[in-house]
């Protein structure tokens, strides 16, 4: 293949790990592209997106970005559109596509630690990987999903989401969560690391329960140290995954597809970030 560039956007974006992750894989493929972080906010991402020239294959999207991306784009996956946000864009002569890989990122790490169907799953946060936990969890078979926001209304969305999949969302407040009796197999928190929350869970309630904290820096998160239950699953382990699957959209075009020696690829992915 022609050299191609891609870039990671979003804002801040200093700290962003898939540089790492992206520039391994392309190298153990043999791929002279070239990847990079670039800082841009909502105001300025259309402008970046229209600008760029034919040596563009593809970007990668970070918040405040994935929900804001979808009126740029002439298609958009089922997932995308499911979960209503896309941090992944094609670039290609029938103009942009959008993917969420986030969605198959945490599944695949769910299925990793021996967790390929849920039945209960609570999702602490509103955002758009929240979104993307509400489709995950609808596709590993789940029948009972709660949300945990500091404000009902911050879960609107959410709900409609829901509804969409099939599936009745409770939402509660992040200082009812205790009332939560029923056991669950599994907690998806998209909270900011560091955000100052004391998420207090019944015990039993969580006993047997993976924890899925898609932060990654640093870690452990206050939820994930002071976690009870059987599994804990980092956010560096999402990150990886859903990039593997994003290599996949920019050396094939197809998300489903997967690449030559992808065991390979993952495992110099895994190590670029110390995993």
Do not use: C
Not at 13 to 21: E, G, K, Q, T, V
Not at 36 to 60: H, I, K, P, T, Y
């Amino acid at each position: 293949m022609a050299i191609a560039r891609l870039a990671v956007l979003g804002s801040p974006i200093a700290h962003s790990l898939s540089p790492d992750l992206h520039r391994a894989a392309y190298r153990l493929l043999g791929l002279d592209w070239s990847y990079e972080a670039v800082e841009v906010g909502r105001a300025g991402l259309a402008d970046f997106v229209r600008s760029r020239d034919n040596d563009w294959r593809g970007l990668s999207l970070t918040m405040p970005l994935k929900i804001e991306v979808l009126t740029l784009l002439a298609e958009v996956s089922e997932i995308a559109r499911e979960t209503g946000s896309a941090n992944t864009v094609l670039f290609e002569g029938s103009g942009l596509r959008g993917f969420n890989t986030d969605v198959y990122g945490l599944t695949r790490g769910f299925a990793r630690h021996g967790r390929s169907s849920l039945g209960s799953v609570l999702i602490l946060g509103g955002g758009a990987t929240a979104a993307s936990a509400l489709v995950a969890a609808n596709q590993l078979g789940a029948h009972s999903v709660f949300v945990g926001v500091r404000s009902p209304e911050r879960a609107a969305r959410l709900v409609e989401v829901g509804r969409a999949q099939g599936i009745d969302v409770q939402v509660r407040r992040l200082d009812q969560l205790i009332q939560i009796d029923e056991a669950l197999d599994a907690v998806v928190s998209t909270l900011p690391n560091g955000a100052a929350v004391d998420v207090v869970l019944d015990p039993d309630a969580i006993r047997t329960a993976a924890l899925f904290d898609v932060a990654y820096s640093p870690w452990p998160t206050p939820l994930a140290a002071s976690w009870t239950g059987e599994t804990v699953i980092g956010g560096l382990e999402m990150l990886v995954l859903q990039a593997l699957a994003q290599v996949r959209i920019f050396v094939g075009g197809d998300q489903e597809r997967a690449l030559d020696r992808e065991d390979e690829v993952l495992a110099a992915m895994l190590a670029a970030v110390g995993l």
